[in-house]
Nanobody
Framework: QVQLVESGGGLVQPGGSLKLSCAAS????????MGWYRQAQGKQREFVAT???????NYADSVKGRFTISRDNAKNTGYLQMNSLKPEDTAVYYC????????WGKGTLVTVSS
C-alpha cells in the first residue's frame, strides 16, 4: 500500500515558479515509477511528467523545458519544479505512483494569475 500526499501548490504570477512535493508512505515507493498529472477545471486529467525508479524522465510537450521532475528515494519523496509558469498551467496537480498497482494523491491546486 502506498499513500501519496502532495504539497507546494498556490497562487503565482505568470512567469513565476513553484515546486511541488509528493510525500509517499511505504518503502516500496522507490520501486515505483512516479508521475505528475493535472486537471484543469472542465477538462480531463492529463499527463505532465513521469520518472522511473531508475531516474529516466518523460514530459508532456506543453511543459518540456519549463518543468523538471525528480525524486529522492531516501526521503520517499518526488518533486515537480515548475518554472516560467503560464495561466494555462492552472490546474489541480496529482501525484501518481505506478507499479503492480497505481496510487494517486488527492491533489494540490496551482493557480497562475496576475
Amino acid at each position: 500500500q502506498v499513500q501519496l500526499v502532495e504539497s507546494g501548490g498556490g497562487l503565482v504570477q505568470p512567469g513565476g515558479s513553484l515546486k511541488l512535493s509528493c510525500a509517499a508512505s511505504g518503502s516500496i515507493f522507490r520501486l515505483y515509477s512516479m508521475g505528475w498529472y493535472r486537471q484543469a477545471q472542465g477538462k480531463q486529467r492529463e499527463f505532465v511528467a513521469t520518472i522511473t525508479s531508475g531516474g529516466s524522465t518523460n514530459y508532456a510537450d506543453s511543459v518540456k523545458g519549463r518543468f523538471t521532475i525528480s525524486r529522492d528515494n531516501a526521503k520517499n519523496t518526488g518533486y515537480l519544479q515548475m518554472n516560467s509558469l503560464k495561466p494555462e498551467d492552472t490546474a489541480v496537480y496529482y501525484c501518481n505512483a505506478a507499479g503492480p498497482k497505481a496510487y494517486w494523491g488527492k491533489g494540490t491546486l496551482v493557480t497562475v494569475s496576475s
